[in-house]
């Protein structure tokens, strides 16, 4: 929440932690420096989380300032009903807070006051916030966010952390609340801890919730406000203890000798009786009660319809997702509990419909490729384009893209909640499949799950923890590229952990779709993968939606950069096997020029260098001679290739590592309609790149579909199939 500003004129703000009264006679109650010193003792109040006191005093206050002299200091009165409105919104007094800070506002505006003008936006962005309004309020916050000095960010960061939360955006709270100056062993307000630590339960991390929550209540007396969230929080925590599934050592709290539960997926579903489908309703609720704003009144979350739905699935048998839920089948909560209890039902056919929203529940949350454009995103595409053709570092001016993104995607076209998916899609799924195998790899109770489909039907099986999963698939992702092939421990450990599945697919093709934690390794390098035929998709609708053959394709595209060396010898090759195709080279690869013929070819092939920055994928850019591609430049492809690839680095990042829609280059290319990408989402090696090239596309023109030329040729090298 935002931090209390101290209104009065410039001699008494100067003053403004002037709280003691000096040893005398008491000044009139209605003398100009008695009626601030009230005022300034109920924003000390306020900072200390005694709202209800702040309530009182300033109420009084602005009573008495009605007619005195000292209410004609610009910054006065609208600075009272600032602070008045906040305490009012942190008492659950909604109608009043609403009133006071209106007329704050139009004061601040009326005596040009633009900091004040900002300080009350924020204000009433907590109000829209503890409303319910949580996406009004991150509107209202991150276009606060490069307006308000520097001084008042940290305190935004902590707001715009709990209106994602609210949302359901956790990850991306718990980024937005690392950015501030403060760490975790340093001093930070009772908010910032607090909101640290319910990002903490929501982690699963208990032992340090309560650490956080702790030097709260020794440093807030019993009659605070944070004093009392902070025992309502630690109540919690131990009740998230108590329900949460081991997986390291053992907590401090003693969760682990108490729980009572199985150690794996596994055990669960040997065992029903230990851990019943009610658990995971259960631990959705925590959630979504961890996820509400901090505030005095213990009221549920706004958003009731998730609550409705938890107590639907708990009336029901393994439920599939559908109308009934409402927009409550696009909150990642509801979605991981009815998938969680359908596998312990013993249901794999409907925890997969669930899983399929597993990552699409974000989308109108998440800025994709189709989020809207600004002025300013314009200029600062621009900006970072120029950085790029300069050789200079455009880390920072990615941030600020990124952020700008965000800012026009709520500010522009307020988001909205899914109403649930189009009728369920393992049937039809299932019955297109024909000799492939659909794994969906998905975090359920902890332990990363295999969910495969094939013709004779749906079965799960539990891989091991899911936290350990993803660590083996980042190590081996990492040092993929140095082996070249050779045998590693990485791999190994690989290799054992998705062995469960093998016996399930047997010698089929398969398409894969996985957790965004589980990041964008190099399928095809996999061990147990290599040379077998393998599409990665967002979910199994995706793919149904597009299993029609695509035509054989007839106008080629090749454009070559610079760099690497063998980019043009890659390209020169590949058109003597598209005799009749289009060649774009040097000055002929200015990025307008190469986006104007993506639309008339079916097939496009990129050689060069590939850059993808880590918090701004649509921001990968592939290098030519004529300045850099960006994948966001594709927005504006008016017709696109069914089949593009780009034999570069990196280009494949991007794809898997948010919730939402595909980013980076694969997600802009999908999202405009091309079916089909082949890219890499590690560094690739240069000469044999090039010969792997030329027998993939040897392959093509034989009549081989994409995704087995790719295994037979590409998929040692670190290229993956992207899509249909």
Known sequence: MPPIPRPGPPASRSRGRLVHRSAGPSPDPGSGHALMRRVVRGVRL??????????????????????????ASAPVVPGVLANLGLAQTLCGRYGPADDHLREARA???????PLMDLVVRQNQGCLALHRGDAVAAIGTFLDLRDRLPGDRRDALRVDLAEALLAEGLVEEAATVLHEGSWS???????????????????????????????????????????????VRLETMAHRVARTARPTGPADALGAHATLGTPATLDDALRTPATLGPAEPLGRAGEALALRAPLAAPEAPV?????????????????????????????????????????????????????????????????????????????????HYRAALARGGDPRSGARRWESERWRALYTSTPAARAHGPAGPVVPAMVERLADRAFVHLVRALDDLVAIVATSEGVRARPLGPFRRAARTLADFTH????????????GDAVHALVAPVLPLVGDRGLVVAADPALGDPPWGMLPALCGRTLSLVPTARFWTERTTPPPAPRRVLLVAGTEPDGARAEVAALADLHPAARVLTGARTRPEDVLAEFGRADLVHLAAHGRVPDDAPLLASVELPRGPLLACDLRDVTAAPAVVTLSTCWTGRGFATAPGLPSGFVGALLARGTRTVVASPVPVEDASTGRAMRAFHRALVAGTPVPEAVALHLGRSGFCCYGA
Request: charged content about 25%.
């Open 479 to 490: 040092e993929a590229p140095r082996s070249q092939g050779a045998p590693t421990p990485d």
């Open 46 to 71: 306020a900072q200390y989380g005694r709202f209800e006191e702040t309530v009182s005093l300033l109420t009084e206050a602005r009573v008495r300032l009605r007619g005195h002299p000292v209410a």
């Open 184 to 230: 975790g062993d340093g001093e930070a307000a009772p908010a910032t801890l607090l909101v640290e630590a319910k990002l903490r339960l929501l982690d699963g991390s208990p032992t340090r919730a309560v650490e956080l929550i702790r030097r709260v209540r020794r440093s807030n007396g019993a009659g605070s406000l944070w004093h009392r969230l902070a």
């Open 302 to 382: 706004p958003d009731r319809t998730a609550h409705r739905a938890l107590r639907a699935l708990a009336r029901s048998t393994a439920a599939a997702p559908g109308a009934w839920a409402g927009p409550a089948v696009a909150d990642p909560h509801v979605v991981r509990a009815g998938l969680e209890r359908a596998l312990l039902e013993g249901d794999a056919a409907t925890a997969l419909e669930w899983a399929d929203l597993g990552r699409t529940w974000a989308a109108p949350l998440v800025p994709g490729p189709h989020a809207p454009r600004s002025r300013a995103l314009t200029t600062l595409t621009e």
């Open 107 to 113: 004061l601040a505006q009326e005596r040009r006051l």
